[in-house]
Nanobody, 129 residues
Framework: QVQLVESGGGLVQAGGSLRLSCATSGDTFSSYVMGWFRQAPGKEREFVAAVTWSGSNTYYAASVKGRFTISRDNAKNTVYLQMNSLKPEDTAVYYC??????????????????????WGQGTQVTVSS
């Protein structure tokens, strides 16, 4: 099992930027596919972005594509989510997630939160109008 700790959330005006970080420990970071999910008040948790083991492939929700960038630094055991052009509808608690995906993955599987076995505590992102 890998432990995940998110940081970098905060309050920002619409159009601004934030960079979230997810620091990991306890296992081999490069063995894990990493994802970001978010949950707004009264809403279901939803997929935001994911990156495969080496960082070669990335996946994004349509609502954030072109504005958010996921990346990973395997030397630092850290995954990032750079969020630009933030909108009020981006307001949510953002969660980092990890899974080995030992049976492989596809576009659908990697976007499904139940397929991720490890989760961080979440970090609040609030975007004001």
């Amino acid at each position: 099992q890998v432990q995940l700790v998110e940081s970098g959330g905060g309050l920002v005006q619409a159009g601004g930027s934030l960079r979230l970080s997810c620091a990991t420990s306890g296992d081999t970071f490069s063995s894990y596919v990493m994802g970001w999910f978010r949950q707004a008040p009264g809403k279901e948790r939803e997929f935001v972005a994911a990156v495969t083991w080496s960082g070669s492939n990335t996946y994004y929700a349509a609502s954030v594509k072109g504005r958010f960038t996921i990346s990973r630094d395997n030397a630092k055991n850290t995954v990032y989510l750079q969020m630009n052009s933030l909108k009020p509808e981006d307001t949510a608690v953002y969660y980092c997630a990890a899974d080995r995906f030992v049976r492989g993955l596809n576009d659908q599987v990697i976007r499904t939160m139940s397929n991720f076995g490890s989760w961080g505590q979440g970090t609040q992102v609030t975007v004001s109008s």
